[in-house]
């Protein structure tokens, strides 16, 4: 398996423009997680997921933000508009069973100027 | 939901020195407890976890030891290399919840 897979690695937009990151969880994983990490506030969960359906989104900062599951091997997060405090490390991560060991994509950087 | 603490923040250690991590939690109910290693730039990744039907586990040069009555568990590393420089993360899943609530984290630096 090739493991948790996002896209893209690395992204830079202007401030107002909507901001795409895509995951996809490894195969047979039912529990996807949305997490942002930076220096000041350290590794945040924003929203997750239990097959499909998601269960607590609490973690999501503002209506900008937006997280979808269409379906157990995709799954997006939005911003929009983007704004230069979400520049940050946002990481997926799947699991079987949400209390189980959480695997991790490689992370996209997000930059917004 | 699940309160954890973790110390030390920051941790310097001599090279071949011991590192010692430790990670409180406040749901007695956990029975879960595993630990990632973060280097600089790249994912988290777990490196060991213990399950509360045993007090410690090994492997390698890292060691978990968890004590459930007084709800703390800890990362031992043994023999500290450079490479072990990184950022650990203690996590404990939450009473009825999906998820795995995280530590602070501990950055630790392996001085050669």
């Known amino acids: 398996d090739a493991g948790v897979i996002q896209s893209p690695r690395h992204e830079v937009t202007e401030m107002g423009q909507e901001v795409t990151l895509r995951c996809k969880p490894i195969s047979g994983h039912n529990s996807l997680f949305w997490y942002r990490q930076t220096m000041m506030r350290g590794l945040e969960l924003l929203i997750y997921f239990n097959n499909n359906v998601p269960i607590d989104d609490s973690g999501m900062p503002e209506d900008r933000f937006s997280a979808k599951m269409p379906n157990a091997s995709f799954s997006t997060l939005k911003i929009q508009p983007s704004e230069p405090r979400d520049s940050a490390v946002y990481f997926c991560a799947s699991s079987f069973g949400g209390r189980e060991t959480q695997y991790f994509g490689p992370g996209t950087r997000l930059l917004v100027l | 939901g699940e309160n954890v603490e973790q110390h030390p923040s920051t941790l310097s250690v001599q090279e071949g020195d011991s590192a010692v991590i430790k990670c409180t939690y406040s749901?007695?109910?956990?029975?879960?407890f595993p630990w990632y290693k973060q280097e600089l730039g790249k994912r988290p990744q777990l490196i060991i976890d213990?399950?509360?039907?045993?007090g410690e586990k090994k492997d390698q040069r890292i060691a978990v030891t968890l004590n459930k009555t007084a709800k703390h568990f800890s990362l031992h590393i043994t023999e500290t290399q450079p490479e072990d420089s990184a950022v650990y993360f203690c996590a404990v899943p939450g009473a009825g919840s999906y998820q795995l609530t995280f530590g602070k984290g501990t950055k630790l630096s392996v001085i050669p």
């Open positions: 749901d007695s109910a956990s029975n879960y």
């Open positions: 213990i399950r509360s039907n045993v």
